[in-house]
């Protein structure tokens, strides 16, 4: 079965506030994380990635954490606005032989933001 | 800079129908390759993933095959589908030599129906 998985499947926000989206994984041994954002009827798009020998990152509006202690990932969205309404996975890689990986993915949360 | 192209967008196929989904990778050399698929509302399934040509791995047994026959395409095929090949298919692709833990990126998607 899948290694990682999502505490909440939706989350509904209000316009400007912050969110939150939360993500469990079971490999300790998964050294690499990142985060996508679906829009309905498009691929993934990259938002943000840590390593393991980081706790958190930063870009733009958005921070992810990682505690490797519990395993859990977040995923933080400062301001949320309209346009971050979509369903935001978790994907976690564990280093395969060689340079070849392959990245395991979350069931996904659904992302509503409320004007 | 490097960019994937997924076709057709959408697809309406009879069961026991043929399929040929295509992928092709502008920009860059020797990438990994990934064929995923997403049921409405769920997670991405790994389908088949390729580290050069003519070189396919298999994730999961099914009714689906895949081939790379150059270094920046990879066709996604099957020869008669099922009721259940439906859904959202994306191809991803990887830098796969170099440095690891990077990112996927992924193509538009092919929303296959079988009726």
């Known amino acids: 079965g899948e290694s990682v998985g999502l505490h909440l499947p939706t989350l509904s926000v209000q316009e400007g506030d912050n969110s939150i989206i939360n993500c469990a994984y079971s490999?300790?041994?998964?050294?690499?994380f990142i985060w996508y954002k679906q829009e309905s009827g498009k691929g993934p798009q990259f938002i943000i990635d840590?390593?393991?020998?980081?706790d958190k990152r930063q870009g733009q509006r958005v921070t992810v954490l990682l505690n490797k202690t519990v395993k859990h990932l977040s995923l933080q969205i400062a301001a949320t606005q309209p346009g971050d309404s979509a369903v935001y996975f978790c994907a976690e890689n564990i280093a395969q032989r060689g340079s070849n990986y392959k990245l395991t993915f979350g069931k996904g949360t659904l992302l509503t933001v409320n004007p | 800079s490097q960019t994937i192209h997924q076709w057709p967008a959408t697809l309406v196929q009879p069961v026991g129908s043929p399929l040929s989904l295509e992928c092709t990778v502008e920009g860059t050399s020797n990438p990994n390759l990934y064929w995923y698929r997403q049921a409405a509302g769920r997670g991405l399934q790994l389908l088949f993933y390729s580290v050069g040509i003519g070189q396919i791995s298999s994730e999961v047994p099914q009714n689906l095959s895949a081939s790379r026959p150059q270094d920046r395409q990879f066709i996604l095929s099957s020869k008669k589908l099922l009721l259940s090949d439906s859904g959202f298919y994306l191809c991803?692709?990887?830098?796969?030599?170099?440095?690891?833990?990077?990112?996927?990126?992924f193509g538009s998607g092919t929303q296959l129906s079988v009726l």
């Open positions: 991803a692709w990887s830098p796969r030599a170099g440095a690891t833990n990077e990112k996927l990126f």
């Open positions: 840590i390593r393991s020998n980081m």
């Open positions: 490999n300790s041994a998964s050294d690499y």
